[in-house]
């Protein structure tokens, strides 16, 4: 433990590194789908859920995750798709997330 830190300080400051690697992981895996031409659905939505999981895991709540996918997803830059594939991954990735942190079964909602 730092000099000075709390143990729940520093269990705070892990969960938000381990948080955002898993946040890092889903902006890689959009950035690799834009440069291939192809959202792959199935990439996007492992990252998805394991962004929720992790969120679940270090006592994030939901509407703060969905607050801070949705912004992550908006500054990703999509410029070169239109408004209304936009608005399609942007609503699948925040109803995988839903998914992913209640543990409802995919495709349900």
Do not use: C
């Amino acid at each position: 433990m730092r000099s000075g830190a709390t143990p729940n300080s520093e269990r705070r400051l892990d969960n938000a590194r381990l948080f955002r690697s898993a946040i890092d992981v889903l902006l890689v895996s959009m950035r690799q789908a834009q440069e291939d031409g192809d959202f792959k659905t199935d990439v996007i939505r492992d990252a998805v859920v394991h962004v929720a999981a992790t969120a679940r895991a270090t006592e994030i709540a939901p509407e703060r995750l969905l607050a801070i996918i949705k912004l992550a997803v908006r500054q990703e830059s999509l410029d070169h798709l239109s408004w209304w594939w936009r608005n399609l991954l942007t609503d699948r990735i925040v109803r995988w997330t839903i998914e992913a942190y209640f543990g409802v079964p995919p495709g349900s909602l």
